[in-house]
């Protein structure tokens, strides 16, 4: 597998660029700006993009969706959970003194279970609400890899005081979808480093009170 992460965008959110050497399909997750950097890695890499996943809709995930939709031709999905965030999008953009985006409805939701995939790439979502209510997480268990938005941070968990936010559901969807995941599992964070599910199990002072 390819897999390249770049960190895009002022709130540095971390696009992942999920590639099969062979078919030379691709999807891509979070692509929140800076899209002529990513279109340039999938040209470096001969790559076609099948489908642009969205772990949720806050701006600095979703924003360059639209864009990279318009350039390849791909389906943008998110969970329809976070369509009122969608609405809330002139809002978001002056928390980051930015222009608005253009963000439409998603071309398919990402409801818990569904399979993403492309020639020789085979994922599954993971309804995970918490800090927001259409957060979801991409789990690839052939790659033992977890692309976790932000739900789950390597020594933190996602912040619940923006709209749609709530600690209680946040908690229990990292016990209950994430800490039943093998210790192996590579977790990419939406933001920041990379960490392993049992890393976070035995470390993260988050975690530890429940
Ligand atoms: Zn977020």
């Known amino acids: 597998m390819i897999h390249e992460i770049l960190p895009v965008g002022p709130l540095q959110c971390n696009c992942s660029i999920l590639g099969d050497q062979t078919s030379h ?19 470096r890499h001969s790559l076609t993009v099948k489908q642009i996943v969205i772990t949720h809709a806050h701006i600095d995930h979703i924003a360059g969706a639209h864009r990279l939709k318009q350039l390849t ?3 943008v999905l998110y969970n329809q959970n976070d369509i009122p965030l ?7 953009a002056t928390w980051l003194g930015i222009a608005t985006p253009t ?11 569904k399979i993403i995939s492309i020639t020789g790439l085979t994922g599954s ?9 259409g957060s979801v997480c991409l789990y690839l268990p052939d790659q033992n890899l977890l692309l976790a938005g932000d739900t789950l941070f390597a020594g933190s968990v996602g912040r619940t005081d923006l709209p749609g ?11 209950e979808r994430l800490l039943s995941l093998p210790d192996e599992i590579t977790v ?4 920041g480093a990379s960490t ?4 976070e199990r035995s470390s993260n002072q988050f975690l530890q009170d429940i």
């Open 25 to 43: 399909e691709a999807i891509v997750v979070d692509p929140g700006d800076d899209i002529p950097r990513i279109m340039a890695l999938l040209a």
């Open 73 to 75: 031709g791909a389906p």
């Open 86 to 92: 969608v609405r809330m999008m002139a809002e978001q």
């Open 103 to 113: 963000v439409e409805a998603p071309d398919d939701t990402l409801d818990e279970g």
């Open 125 to 133: 979502i993971l309804h995970t609400p918490g800090h927001t209510e």
């Open 165 to 175: 936010g709530n600690m209680r559901k946040l908690l229990t969807s990292i016990h």
């Open 188 to 191: 990419i964070p939406g933001h």
């Open 196 to 199: 392993t599910i049992g890393a």
